[in-house]
């Protein structure tokens, strides 16, 4: 189920974040939130919370399966954690692309898009179809920035230090561009 997950996101994360700042600019609130007591940071990270939050408690509402699971049969409560927390984390990254993605277009419908296959692309870039083509060193650096690249090991119920700082740092990054590219139209 977890190992799947991923590939849900892909069609999760774009209908949640699409409508995160081209709604605003749309409907022309940018420009009254701009007028409020916040700074840009404020909305960026507000905003983003808001839809971490949403998605990471639709990862969260899947706990009843594993106590199921565990009530069955055996479960590895660290792997099962290490997942969670892994998925999380992926799902923070994902928002992040999807705000920066919806920051830069006034359609809910192209922002979708947008992230879905930008979504899709940081998904595939792992993966040997997209390997096949490329010379050995190209390949290990296009895969290293994959998401999927990164949230093996938490599928292997592993919490690699790398990892979870790989996952900070790139949202970290995306939300600093979200923060950018809000000031950029003032």
């Known amino acids: 189920y977890m190992n799947l997950l991923p590939v849900t996101f892909i069609l999760m994360v774009p209908a949640v974040s699409m409508r995160i700042w081209a709604e605003e ?3 022309g609130t940018l420009e ?3 007028t409020l007591p916040f700074r840009d940071t404020d909305l960026v990270f507000a905003k ?3 839809a971490w939050t949403f998605v990471g408690g639709l990862v969260i509402a899947s706990l009843p399966l594993a106590f199921s699971i565990w009530w069955i049969g ?3 409560w660290g792997t099962s ?3 969670y927390f892994g998925s999380i984390l992926m799902a923070g990254a994902y928002v992040a692309v999807g705000m920066v993605i919806s920051a830069l277009t006034k359609e809910q419908i192209v922002a979708f898009i947008l992230i879905f296959f930008a979504s899709l692309f940081m998904f595939l870039s792992n ?3 997209i390997h096949q083509h490329m010379s050995p060193a190209v390949a290990r650096a296009v895969g290293f920035f994959s998401l ?3 949230f093996a090991s938490f599928s292997r119920g592993l919490l690699d230090f790398g990892d979870i700082i790989y996952y900070s740092s790139f949202i970290g990054l995306l939300l600093f561009i979200n923060i950018l590219i809000l000031r950029r139209e003032r």
């Open 25 to 27: 600019r749309k409907n």
């Open 74 to 76: 055996d479960l590895d």
């Open 32 to 34: 009254l939130l701009a």
């Open 148 to 150: 999927s690249y990164h």
């Open 81 to 83: 954690l290490a997942l």
């Open 48 to 50: 983003f919370f808001a």
């Open 127 to 129: 993966y040997f179809i």
